[in-house]
């Protein structure tokens, strides 16, 4: 009664509908305004709409409006009925908003009534004008610019990651702004907002607004410092030519129009305006422009906008658009054009030197478009209709001299460009000087050609002028604005400059929309108003224009329609004054005539206005001049300095100020002396903006021109040269790096050409950022290569939008980038040799031409390789290029090689280099001759001798240049050296002739520029001095001799060059000097200009510039003067590249010699300039790598060494640094690497560690020293890269150094040569696996910023071109990990040809060795068929021979590798082969062969078939494989069958059985015979039952037995092996963890191992292996140790590949390899953890454990690792992981998996985190996880888990009560009474209603029966019955461990009986059976659905195993730890509970 008194359902629903009634929000609309966020407010209440009144009406109360309507911010709150009195209701009388509210319903508003029944009117109707929730900013008006939308509290930009043109034409639709016609420019956000919007639009195009588009969250959530995206939106769109109602390729022009399709005026329509339609309806070009027979009346439908193209635009809308005062379309006057319909038609050439008929076809209604595609524009003249004319041809734009120039020629420019009338035809270079050719002179047209270039002239580029007679055009349709005021800025009277003439503008209508446009254009701001109480204005003008409507499409005045232009277009009265709301400057003082500076006046400071740099040889540098109408003038230089230059920079977007210059440097100007007295802050946005005396106020005269030096908008930095480096661009405050991501040839082509550096020749090579700048430039070029800068390329922002901590771009230009080879004037594949140089074709000279470089030109040009050097000969003369090429040969390109141009000599006549090409790749050419020597002047000349086949190559290395080294050649891939055994001058005469260096003037020995590495190629040289190559000399034969690498030959050629300055105590400044011809000599210094010396400077590492010093005193002493007259370029970036005059002992008198000082300055440190020079090289020595050995440094040819006084690990840091070698590991004295040879350089070298180069650091002096070469320095460096977390040096995650740390590269496009390279390097051989991953840690940022783009050919990674990480972030990424192996090929020999069948061949380390049968099986063999693609292994018979080739190494294959590299592999006491001992394979060749069927039931008799050299493979590819013994070679047996692997039974299970398994997985003889799930029971199906072998079968499937699945066993009877070679290793000793006896397990006992030659590397594999560090060493001092025990096994010799001790080849087994006193005794450097938390060794099961329950079942999950156990965290912990760790300890199904530290906190290491399973996993350990020990967490979030067994047997409680069965109870009568108690209050509300409750008890007696039911279950007799659950992972039923889906056979029970199934550990218990019960199922197992069959299977799989056995480890040797005693056998008889046929149920 009390429940019914105060819960009723009725009040329920009163409650329920008033709070769904009072939190509903009213709903609004704005109604009558221009589109959905504006109007007048209406609300709807009862269904009807009504309004609002205005009174209290405020702007927070349309913000709260605008909100709810999703329509961005309020920006107007019109009252009085502003959008039109409503109908209906008043139902508000005021809002009361704060401003911040939701919705309208939460302000403090009135009561919802009609207020008109309290006399109020509609006339105050309130209105609100929103923003809407997008719009466009920064553009060219609303209808342009970024893309933002309305957050509610600020506009916020959209990212342009998947941005696309529907969502575009959505927003141009929404702001009625036509549609969307470009969303490819895209604007930087600022970088101090990290405002961004966090979703991306997902548009169709067809939705009403962009609101109501489908949206996803930016990719990574995060959009932060990305490109906003920006969208270009036009009315002028779609066009088509229409004819006869059709739309074709010709026709009149017609345009969509706002949804009308309108026709154009023929009256300003052009050719080139015709050729952009035909291109963008892709009809081909323009033909003709007729005006008839497509003529239709004028009207209405015609639209008067002017297109002004150049006729190279894409679309017309592109277009400049001019329609204000379009004129009236007479009849017939429409636009009409005829398309060529394709682009390949042929157009007859245009006729550039006759004049054409007057009304000919010169007139342009029949005149076609000529096939030069040559287009004209007018620029610098502030519109497209004035300006210098220019003309575009071949890629060029050129000008027009004034010559002749007058109206005639400027009506046909002012025509062909559709802009009127010609007013003025200007000379004089009136709009500035141009640049590029001049094009056309002496022009004399009659003004009626259809183009300019069809006047008669002088001819196409013929003329005697210069840019300063550049020709103008001033055309009628020119237009300019202005407002006129005495004392106003943005107010004034508008005029408007048309046909030559200031006039006014008529106000009639003037909406506010026109009145923004104009404002705007003005730069004043975005709205204004139209002045009407003004007085008549004075004087008498024009008045231009009437009838203006702007659209919100357009973007200046020009473009709003209007009546056309009248002189009198309205009266006086009508002209318009407007007030603009903005202000230009209004932090400027006025103005007064003290002299005080004034504000801008709106002329001035119009954006109309422009600026450019002039007669300053480029962009960015010149006279600063300013257009103000129609006129360029200059500024005043008074007080002109560094930050007015850099406002005049920035505002050109030329990078940083360099320079202010006055007094006119760049020349005086002309025209108006626009500013004086400028006085910039430097952050003006543009320098008219600054203070000055005001517009033309000045006292200057053109001689006072300022100037301006810019630094450009890009530079190439860090690179040889200003033509070389990594590409930054200037943001205005920074020179900030450019991305690679992206960056194309056409972009760098651009910036090389516009810093005058030739050609982009790479774009390859790329350089890291610094890491502590995270600046990047955010945005990507995409220059198409023909623009004049970088400044006007396309930009897009970078994908992701961050480019932070990416590759840099880097780009090498050169001038050297173009040849060809020419004949009688064609270009082909033979000829003489010419280069293009900065723009002019050269020849080359012959005299240092060589094969090679010929060569490399026939590759260059695709023309083969070269034959000969040619007879093509020529006069030399003054266009012969002095330059010569040292090419290898091995060059791509010619610039490709190193180049000297200094002391070129003077061609003489018929000496040109020329080349004879093969002609293609293909041809064969002779091979080399090696042996024998050609006589001189036969086919061994070089002038004859073709390029021998075998591509060897030459170089000289280690020498400094090009011209001076060790001799090396390569071969075969190798590159290799020359003995210097009978070395002498006509050898070197050789070297140097093939090289094109000169002459030889020295033959080294002895290693002069050190040991070389590799092949000997050559030995006692035998040449004449003649010999067009030095393998063509005599000598021993090709790879022959009896040196060593100390006997290196090496040469010097004459032209061999270096550079040095001479001063006693100058370090950047003395007498400059060049070693020419073995000789030091002065440079003479005439002309020796700034660039000149600035490279000299550079190249010496002295600064950037310098001076020379012409005052001093003659020099003392006499020595060559060797050049003169050299000339650098910007190009050049060294002196040899310098043109020069020819090499001349005395090319000038002694007073002439150079002397110069360079700015720079080397660091205190250094000891003399010789020492820091940056032309110096390092190297590391004799180490056995690049990274490793004794220090050496190249300085004047020579190789010397560094004194190891003070030498220490900082000094060794630089030296790693600078080789890019990593960290240094240590820096090593006392000639460590041996001793070297040559000068000491360096002693008491004192580095810090930072310095760039080891010869920068403070040391003695360069060559100052006390010691000798036993005190050389050495350095061991980590390298650059390394593989960790693998199983060795070998394998694992990629990291690479990065300078401080060791940091992972990403695997985004990691690919298989660049782990090639790494596998290499690392000495690892060859890289087998690139697809193994490693996730980064989340909290870790730090990521390699680039991608590797290895070829697979270079020597290191170092060296690899490189590539920034996709998207600038690796971030979160997976790392690359890489396996590398010796073991990578294989093949098949039979008769020397390898095959599908014969002896087994692996590559070692470059030698093919074959492999002993011995421990060869049929599973390998599979291996190796399948690998080689030969299908399935047949047999194995024994093969050829054994030799001492043979490679001991023992795989042991499963069969189901797919590489035989996959394999376990052991080599460690490997037996010697016997004669004959080889193993061979033959495969089935192909894998469709039908193999016979495995016959699993017969045993095959002894002998026959079933030996295993004849047996087949059988076809159902079972496997077999030993698990949870430590080793492949002991554990558990298991077979894989039909996708599961299973077990065998131990019934009947003995040594013969397991001799079969050891023999078949070829782990040598069975040690034991393992029953009782000895190594743990198993999962799956029990295959295989009392099997009986006879120890001969091939496979133990052939064995007798059951048969295959028949059995009546569990998996506590598994059975297991231990073969005689399974091995274990262990170190022996009473009180050390990690030092101590090593001991090795093998053939069942424990023995010693010895320790003969045991070097570092051995020990290091045994330590690591052991867990106890990377390194230790070998104790020979310990006494004799006691007892006696096998000494198993010595000559152990690992290599660095070896992953464990077991890889590592030794002498064969042998009980006593060695005496007593040389058992090994170890002590590693580290600690070990002990692996397992008892001294026994122990599977994943003893490593968990559950702590802190109340029982062993439940608890706290703590696992162990490292030694210690700690605990899981319980994020993402769930029921899934909860039921793997059950299963794994065997205490049955999980329960609970319980978070928050519910059984108490932990102590110790949270070891996992983020633990992700999918609950049929076998071990914790298998779930995915985050990296152990890496956790966010505390032990207040420890996990925890409720199993439902108990380990321990206790009480329980019986039958269904059970913990799982009382829960159940619980709930249930928890849940029942709710039900009662709701059923009863439902029937005494009816029973209230009717009178009575009597149907209560009827609807409840149903409930009761159930209840009573179920308490009258009786159970009898039973210990323990468990109920099982459904299955977590969703099957349908469960088995017993004894039951299994292909188990023994049993009789069927009754088919209306349940069966409950025990757990195991339960074997008294029998099966009940439960009357009543209907059957799951009505047949036998065989009749099971398949996925019945998959749910029981799967229930088998995680079937728990409570009573899992431990194993203790034994404590002699002979009772070793895998053959101790079971535990915790419980002695329960095992009863059988299989019935196949019985239905297995569970409750639900």
């Known amino acids: 009664m009390a429940l019914s008194r105060h819960l009723s359902l009725r009040g329920l629903c009163v409650l329920l509908l008033g709070t769904v009634v009072g939190g509903q929000a009213l709903e609004l609309r704005l109604v009558d305004g221009a589109h959905r966020c504006e109007g007048r407010v209406e609300v709807k209440h009862q269904g009807e709409w009504g309004t609002v009144y205005d009174d209290r009406w405020r702007l927070e109360d349309a913000s709260v409006v605008c909100r709810q309507l999703g329509c961005g911010a309020a920006i107007g709150f019109p009252g009085g009925a502003y959008f039109g009195p409503g109908l209906g209701p008043i139902w508000l ?1195 060795g040096p070998c394998s694992g995650r990629v990291e690479v150094r990065s300078g401080e740390a060791w940091i992972p590269v990403s695997d985004g496009n990691f690919t298989l040569p660049t782990a090639q390279v790494i596998c290499a390097e690392l000495g690892c051989g060859k890289a087998v696996s690139v697809l193994g991953q490693v996730p980064f840690r989340e909290s870790d940022g730090r990521v390699w910023a680039e991608e590797f783009r290895c070829e697979g050919e270079e020597p290191k990674l170092w060296s690899c071109p490189r590539v920034p990480c996709p998207g600038g972030t690796c971030q979160h990424s997976g790392a690359a990990q890489v396996v590398c192996s010796v073991y990578t090929d294989v093949r098949l020999m039979t008769n020397g040809t390898s095959q599908c069948e014969g002896q087994v061949e692996m590559n070692i380390f470059g030698r093919w060795r074959a492999f002993c049968a011995s421990h060869w099986s049929l599973a390998n063999a599979n291996v190796v068929c399948r690998q080689l693609g030969c299908g399935v292994a047949i047999s194995t018979p024994n093969g050829a021979e054994g030799s001492d080739q043979l490679w001991k190494a023992r795989f042991h294959c499963s069969g189901t590798e797919s590489f035989l590299w996959k394999c376990p592999v052991t080599v460690l006491g490997g037996p010697d082969c016997s004669r004959g001992n080889t193993a061979s394979v033959i495969c089935s060749g192909n894998h469709s062969q039908v193999l016979p069927q495995c016959n699993d039931s017969v045993s095959e008799p002894a002998g026959s078939a079933a030996s295993e050299e004849s047996a087949p493979y059988c076809s159902d590819s079972r496997q077999l494989r030993l698990v949870d013994g430590g080793g492949p070679c002991a554990g558990r047996v298991e077979i894989l069958d039909q996708g599961s692997w299973g077990t065998i039974c131990d019934d009947g299970w003995d040594l013969d059985d397991a001799r079969v398994v050891c023999r078949q997985l070829g782990c040598g003889e069975a040690l034991n015979a393992t029953g009782s799930a000895h190594f743990g029971a198993g999962s799956g199906p029990i295959w295989l039952d009392n099997l009986n072998c006879t120890g001969k079968e091939s496979h133990v499937w052939r064995c007798p037995s059951r048969g295959w699945g028949w059995h009546d066993c569990r998996h506590k009877e598994d059975a297991g092996v231990i073969c005689s070679e399974f091995l274990a290793l262990r170190m022996v000793s009473e009180d050390q963890e990690c030092t101590g006896w090593l001991e090795v397990f093998y053939n069942g006992t424990w023995g010693s191992v010895c320790r003969s030659p045991m070097e570092d590397i051995t020990v290091s594999v045994i330590c690591r292996q052991l867990g106890c560090g990377d390194s230790g060493s070998l104790n020979t001092s310990v006494g004799l140790r006691e007892g006696s025990r096998p000494r198993w096994v010595d000559g152990i010799q690992c290599q660095k590949t070896d992953t464990s001790l077991w890889q590592c080849p030794s002498d064969p087994w042998k009980y006593k390899s060695c005496s007593p006193k040389e058992e090994a005794y170890i002590s590693c450097a580290g600690r070990r953890p002990k692996s397992c938390p008892a001294a026994a060794p122990c599977t994943d099961r003893e490593k968990l454990r559950l702590r802190g329950g109340d029982s062993e079942c439940s608890g706290r999950v703590e696992v162990w690792h490292s030694g210690s156990w700690g605990t899981v965290c319980d994020d993402s912990w769930s029921l899934a992981e909860a039921e793997v760790v059950c299963q794994q300890l065997g205490c049955g199904q999980a329960l609970e998996a319980l978070q928050t530290a519910t059984f108490g906190p932990g102590n110790g290491s949270i070891w996992l985190d983020e633990v992700r399973c999918g609950g049929r996993e076998s071990s914790l350990w298998d779930c995915a996880v985050e990296p152990w020990g890496q956790s966010d967490c505390k032990h207040e979030e420890d996990a925890g888990v409720r199993c439902s067994g108990s380990r321990p047997v206790s009480s329980h409680l019986p039958g269904i009560f059970s913990l799982p069965g009382v829960l159940c109870l619980i709930l249930g009568s928890l849940l029942f009474l709710v039900l009662v108690i709701l059923v009863t209050q439902l029937l005494r509300w009816r029973a209230e209603r009717r009178g009575g409750i009597s149907d209560l008890l009827g609807d409840l007696s149903a409930l009761f029966s159930y209840e009573d039911a179920l308490a009258e279950a009786v159970y009898e007799e039973l210990d323990h019955l468990v109920t099982q659950k459904e299955s977590l992972l969703g099957s349908p039923g469960f088995l017993s461990d004894g039951e299994d889906n292909n188990g023994s056979r049993s009789a069927p029970e009754a088919p209306d009986q349940k069966t409950y199934a025990l757990g195991e550990g339960y074997d008294d218990a029998e099966e009940v059976p439960v009357p009543g019960a209907p059957p799951t199922s009505e047949g036998s197992e065989e009749e099971v659905p398949p996925e019945k069959e998959d749910g029981m299977k799967s229930e088998i799989g995680s079937s728990p195993n409570i009573f899992r056995e431990e194993a203790d480890p034994g404590e002699g040797e002979e009772s070793p730890w895998l053959l101790q005693g079971e535990k915790g056998d419980p002695g329960y008889d095992d009863v059988e509970l299989s019935a196949l046929e019985t239905s297995t149920v569970t409750f639900p």
Not at 437 to 454: A, F, M, R
Not at 800 to 824: D, I, P, Q, W
Request: proline share 4%; net charge negative.
């Open 93 to 1287: 009388l005021y809002t009361s908003c704060e401003g911040t509210e939701s919705t309208v319903s939460d302000c403090r508003n009135s009561d919802i009534k009609d207020y008109r029944n309290d006399s109020y009117y509609h006339n105050r109707d309130a209105g609100v004008v929103c923003s809407g929730f997008v719009r466009l900013a920064g553009g060219d008006g609303p209808c342009s610019g970024r893309v933002e939308v309305y957050s509610g509290e600020a506009w916020t930009p959209v990212s342009d990651g998947n941005f696309t043109l529907p969502t575009a034409q959505i927003i141009c639709s929404e702001l009625g702004c036509g549609k969307a016609v470009s969303v490819l420019g895209h604007e930087l956000f600022r970088e101090s907002s990290a405002r961004l919007w966090a979703e991306e639009f997902r548009c169709e195009g067809e939705e009403p607004e962009l609101r109501v588009c489908p949206r996803v969250p930016c990719p990574g959530g995060t959009c932060h410092h990305s490109g906003a995206a920006q969208v270009v939106c036009s009315a002028y769109s779609e066009v088509r030519l229409m004819t006869n109602g059709s739309s074709q390729c010709e026709g009149q022009v017609e345009m969509n129009i706002s949804g009308r399709w309108r026709a154009l005026c023929a009256s300003h329509w052009s050719l080139a305006n015709a050729n952009v339609v035909c291109r963008q309806l892709g009809c081909g070009i323009a033909i003709s422009t007729p005006r008839g027979p497509y003529l239709v009346e004028g009207g209405d439908q015609i639209s008067t906008a002017r297109f002004h193209c150049s006729g190279a635009e894409s679309f017309l809308w592109s277009c400049p658009v001019t329609a204000l005062g379009g004129p009236d379309c007479s009849h017939g006057n429409t636009a009409s054009v005829i398309c060529s319909g394709n682009q390949t038609q042929v157009l007859p050439r245009c006729n550039d030197s006759l004049s054409q008929p007057a009304g000919s076809a010169a007139s342009e209604k029949s005149a076609p478009y000529c096939s030069d595609s040559r287009q004209l524009r007018l620029v610098d003249g502030g519109g497209p209709c004035a300006g210098r004319v220019e003309i575009l041809d071949q890629g060029s734009w050129g000008t027009i001299c004034e010559d002749g120039w007058d109206l005639d020629d400027a009506r046909v420019v002012c025509r062909q460009l559709g802009c009127g009338e010609a007013l003025n035809a200007t000379g004089s270079a009136h709009f500035g000087a141009g640049s590029g050719p001049i094009w056309l002179d002496d022009l004399n047209c009659t003004g009626k050609e259809s183009h300019v270039w069809t006047c008669p002239s002088r001819g196409w580029g013929r003329h005697d002028c210069r840019h300063k007679q550049d020709a103008g055009v001033i055309c009628s349709e020119f237009l300019a604005l202005r407002l006129v005021s005495e004392d106003q800025q943005c107010a004034g009277w508008l005029e408007v400059f048309y046909n030559g003439t200031w006039g006014s503008v008529c106000c009639s209508p003037m909406e506010d929309i026109t009145v923004s446009v104009i404002c705007r254009q003005l730069g004043c701001g975005d709205s204004g108003t139209l002045n009407s109480s003004v007085g008549l204005r004075e004087g008498s003008r024009p008045r231009w224009v009437d009838g203006i409507h702007c659209r919100r499409t357009d973007t200046s005045l020009w473009q709003c329609p209007s009546d056309p232009w009248n002189y009198t277009s309205c009266s006086p009265k009508e002209e318009a004054y407007i007030s603009c709301a903005g202000d230009l400057l209004s932090d400027r003082k006025p103005f007064s005539t003290s002299g005080v500076i004034t504000p801008c006046p709106i002329s001035l400071c119009s954006d109309s206005r422009q600026i450019r740099l002039a007669d300053g040889g480029g962009r960015c540098s010149g006279r600063v001049e300013i257009l103000d109408q129609g006129s360029w003038g200059t500024i005043c230089d008074d007080h002109w300095d560094l930050e007015d230059a850099r406002v005049v920079c920035r505002q050109l977007g030329c990078g940083e100020a360099l320079s202010a210059t006055g007094s006119a440097p760049f020349g005086a100007g002309s025209g108006p002396i626009w500013l004086d007295e400028v006085s910039c802050r430097g952050e003006e946005s543009q320098v008219w903006r600054c203070p000055t005396f005001g517009w033309r106020q000045h006292n200057c005269n053109h001689q006072e021109d300022a100037g301006v030096i810019c630094s450009g908008f890009v530079h190439l930095a860090g690179g040889d040269g200003p033509c070389s480096g990594r590409v930054e661009v200037y943001s205005g405050e920074a020179w900030t790096p450019v991305s690679d991501g992206n960056f194309t040839l056409p972009t760098a082509q651009v910036i090389c050409a516009e810093l005058g550096c030739g050609k982009a020749v790479s774009v390859l090579r790329h350089e890291l950022f610094r890491e502590l700048s995270a600046r990047v430039w955010a945005e990507e070029f995409r220059c198409e290569g023909e623009e004049p800068e970088l400044w006007v390329c396309p930009r897009v922002p970078c994908p992701g939008g961050t480019c932070h901590h990416s590759g840099a771009a880097e780009v090498v230009c050169s001038a050297y980038s173009e040849v060809r080879l020419m004949t009688n004037g064609s270009s082909q594949c033979e000829g003489q040799v010419e280069m293009n140089i900065s723009g002019r074709w050269r020849v080359l000279c012959a005299s240092h031409w060589s094969l090679a470089n010929a060569n490399v030109v026939c590759h260059q040009l695709g023309c083969g390789v070269a034959i000969s050097r040619g007879p093509y000969l020529v006069e030399g003369g003054g266009q012969s290029l002095t330059a010569r090429f040292h090419c290898s040969g091995a060059e791509s390109f010619l610039w490709s090689c190193p180049v000297t141009a200094l002391g070129g000599p003077d061609c003489s006549h018929g000496n040109t280099a020329s080349v004879i090409c093969s002609g293609n790749q293909t041809q064969v050419l002779p091979q080399c001759d090696d042996s024998l020597s050609q006589l001189a002047g036969s086919a061994a000349s070089e002038k004859s001798a073709p390029y021998c086949s075998d591509s060897r190559q030459l170089r000289l290395v280690d020498g400094g240049g090009p011209c001076a080294g060790r001799v090396e050649i390569l071969d075969q891939g190798s590159w290799g050296t020359i003995c210097d055994d009978g070395w002498d001058l006509d050898d070197a005469r050789v070297v140097c002739g093939q090289l094109g260096c000169g002459e030889a003037l020295n033959a080294t020995g002895s290693a002069h520029f050190g040991a070389g590495s590799g092949p000997i190629w050559l030995d006692d040289l035998n040449c004449t001095g003649k010999e067009s190559h030095v393998w063509r000399c005599p000598s021993r034969g090709w790879g022959r001799h009896d040196c060593r690498h100390k006997q290196d030959a090496g040469v010097i050629c004459s032209e061999f060059l270096a550079l040095r300055l001479v001063s006693e105590d100058q370090q950047c400044a003395g007498w400059l000097e060049v070693f020419y011809n073995g000789t030091w000599g002065s440079v003479c210094r005439s002309p020796m200009e700034d660039i000149t010396v600035s490279v000299i400077c550079r190249q010496l590492g002295c600064g950037d510039s310098g001076t020379v010093n012409s005052s001093l005193a003659l020099r003392e002493g006499f020595r060559p003067q060797w050049v003169d007259g050299i000339h650098c370029r910007k190009t050049d970036t060294s002196l040899w590249q310098c043109p020069s005059d020819p090499w001349n002992y005395t090319s000038c008198s002694p007073k002439e010699e150079a002397y110069i000082s360079c700015a720079g300055d080397l660091p205190s440190s250094c000891p003399t300039l010789s020492d820091c020079s940056d032309s110096r090289q390092i190297r590391l020595a004799d180490g056995g790598g690049r990274c490793s050995g004794r220090v050496e440094i190249l300085d004047q040819g020579s190789w010397g060494t560094i004194c190891d006084d003070h030498w220490d690990l900082e000094d060794a840091r630089v030296v790693c640094r600078q080789l890019g070698c990593g960290e240094a590991l240590s820096a090593m004295g006392s000639a460590h690497f041996g001793a070297g040879s040559g000068p000491i350089w360096l002693d008491e070298v004192s580095c810090r560690g930072e310095e760039s180069q080891v010869w920068r650091c403070p040391a003695w002096g360069w060559q100052q020293h006390n010691c000798n070469h036993r005190e050389d320095a050495g350095v061991i460096c980590s390298g650059f890269v390394r593989l960790v977390g693998g199983d």
